[in-house]
T-cell receptor
Framework: GQQLNQSPQSMFIQEGEDVSMNCTSS?????WLWYKQDPGEGPVLLIA?????ELTSNGRLTAQFGITRKDSFLNISASIPSDVGIYFC???????????FGTGTSLTVIP | GAVVSQHPSWVICKSGTSVKIECRSL??????MFWYRQFPKQSLMLMAT?????????EQGVEKDKFLINHASLTLSTLTVTSAHPEDSSFYIC?????????FGAGTRLSVL
């Protein structure tokens, strides 16, 4: 199925640095989601966005639903070692029966 | 948030045997559940969409007779890998959707010897 364009593919950063990743699509969506996956586990929902322009925070995480409804970004401030993992964006239209996923961003935090 | 339970978390089986994986939505009813396969360091690959009370919709290239899906109730979907072979070894993840959000199970690691 269709996949969202997610970048960067991987990041290696020092502890304490901020992180930014984004997803783009050629299609319009009504919901954007960001997940984190630890090794050997299923993805865990971080943030859900429902309205164009919406900016939502969850602790050190901030995500925005793009005005065009074709993109979203996720920022992590002051990274810590437990932020290590793979981050996926996802998007869906109103039906919620079809979801599209980004290719993932692998984050490594160097203490 | 909603909770999805997946069982077992890890299974080892002999080649030729069948393995059943269960996916349950614990605190909500899910008319739609999804089954994914994930290879190391790769994104989720959708295998099929499971609809309660009807046949699953399989993605192109996924053998429906190989990967049997049953969604008999609003809280349970099962994936049976029939006559498993070593190439079926992988990480399988289920999810259930509620209000435009997918909630994932913890995944099942299948190792076929």
């Amino acid at each position: 199925g269709q996949q969202l364009n997610q970048s960067p593919q991987s990041m290696f950063i020092q502890e304490g640095e901020d992180v930014s990743m984004n997803c783009t699509s050629s299609s319009i969506f009504n919901t954007w989601l960001w997940y984190k996956q630890d090794p050997g586990e299923g993805p865990v929902l971080l943030i859900a966005l429902y309205k164009a322009g919406e900016l939502t925070s969850n602790g050190r995480l901030t995500a925005q639903f793009g005005i065009t409804r074709k993109d979203s970004f996720l920022n992590i401030s002051a990274s810590i070692p437990s932020d290590v993992g793979i981050y996926f964006c996802a998007a869906t239209s109103n039906t919620g029966n079809q979801f599209y996923f980004g290719t993932g961003t692998s984050l490594t935090v160097i203490p | 948030g909603a909770v999805v339970s997946q069982h077992p978390s890890w299974v080892i089986c002999k080649s030729g045997t069948s393995v059943k994986i269960e996916c349950r939505s614990l605190d909500f009813q899910a008319t739609t559940m999804f089954w994914y396969r994930q290879f190391p360091k790769q994104s989720l690959m959708l295998m099929a969409t499971s609809n309660e009370g009807s046949k699953a919709t399989y993605e192109q290239g996924v053998e429906k007779d190989k990967f049997l899906i049953n969604h008999a109730s609003l809280t349970l979907s099962t994936l049976t890998v029939t006559s498993a072979h070593p190439e079926d070894s992988s990480f399988y993840i289920c999810s259930a959707s509620e209000e435009n959000i997918q909630y994932f199970g913890a995944g099942t690691r299948l190792s076929v010897l």
